[in-house]
């Protein structure tokens, strides 16, 4: 039986040094952090295994039982999130290759320096899932010369805009009937489902999917969100698992955010603190944070509407057969 048939089944069956950020006036701060932990994928439980800081290109071991499987962050100064897909072993004992695939946070405060790292790893796409607002907010990616990004939305459910409104008010009763309790969790959950259920959304997804499938050997494919953790981290647990990689591999890879993000949204939730916006900044740690419930609940949402994984990846994303071997066959080794 072929590899990419094996990986295929699998699916059928199976349900840095920590980069430095530049010093900004509070004020600045502050604004940048009411648009950034506003927004519907901002910012986000600690992971299943704890992560060290990754050195330059450095890899860090997702889990201290999986030596095999390595994450690889890519450290800058202006993105915290940024990381080959690489490295992840398959069920049939293969490779993800290094080098073809990142995920990434916003890429709007890239330094100079950040620049030169980027064209270091031969980036022939950049994809933005950021609606325009986001892009607004915290600016269009700075990237290479000669490289533009593609503007691929994917819905917030309203999110943004009324977290937004809610920090921006000032009002601690507001925010709490917004976030308190399970909201912020609910909220979240809402948007998983509507990353599978909004048939826009679906079609970003697949056009990404297709990007990876026909891309070149010789150049990358980044895309990205504002945090790197929710469209990206759906879009990066789905393509793993169309590879082969064993679910609980893939799972790990998404929750790793946490670990990653950590510093910089205790930051956001201590600036707003500090400019008087919230008095409990905590309210936003079920949108900061990436979640197995949240995964679960677009799983869950992928099995109503198709079945399996498998069948969200033919039906939902359209992908036909030899679609899914050409990424296996160009992403694998």
């Not at 095999?68 to 202006?78: D, E, H, K, S, V």
Request: net charge positive.
């Amino acid at each position: 039986m072929s590899r990419s048939i094996r990986s295929i089944r699998s699916i059928r069956s199976a349900r840095s040094t920590r980069p430095v950020h530049p010093v900004r006036p509070l004020r600045n701060r502050v604004r940048l952090a009411v648009g950034a932990a506003a927004g519907a994928f901002v910012l986000g439980a600690t992971p299943a295994a704890a992560l060290a800081p990754a050195p330059a290109h450095g890899t860090v071991s997702p889990s201290r039982h999986d030596h095999a499987n390595t994450i690889r962050q890519i450290p800058l100064q202006g993105a915290v999130n940024v990381r080959d897909v690489g490295g992840y072993r398959t069920h049939g004992g293969d490779r993800v290759r290094y080098g073809l695939v990142y995920r990434a946070d916003a890429l709007g405060r890239l330094t100079d320096p950040d620049l030169t790292t980027l064209a270091g790893l031969r980036l022939g796409t950049v994809i933005d899932y950021r609606v325009p607002v986001e892009v607004r907010s915290d600016g269009p990616d700075r990237l290479p010369a000669g490289l533009d990004a593609t503007a691929r939305p994917v819905n917030d459910s309203g999110l943004y805009g009324q977290m937004t409104a809610a920090i921006a008010s000032r009002d601690p009763a507001r925010q709490e009937a917004a976030l308190g309790g399970s909201k912020g969790s609910d909220l979240m959950k809402k948007v998983y489902r509507t990353l599978i259920s909004d048939p826009a959304n679906t079609a970003q997804f697949a056009k990404t999917f297709r990007d990876l499938a026909r891309s070149s050997p010789r150049s990358a494919v980044l895309f990205h969100c504002t945090s790197g953790k929710d469209r990206t981290g759906w879009t990066t647990y789905v393509l793993l698992r169309a590879l082969g990689v064993p679910e609980r591999t893939a799972r790990q890879d998404y929750l790793a955010s946490n670990a990653i993000r950590a510093a910089a949204d205790r930051r956001v939730r201590e600036g707003l603190e500090q400019a008087g916006m919230m008095q409990n900044p905590d309210l936003l740690i079920p949108l900061q944070e990436v979640r197995s419930e949240y995964l679960d609940t677009a799983l869950a949402e992928v099995r109503g509407r198709y079945g399996s994984l498998y069948g969200y990846l033919t039906r939902g994303l359209g992908l036909d057969r030899r679609t899914l071997r050409d990424l296996q066959s160009h992403l694998t080794t």
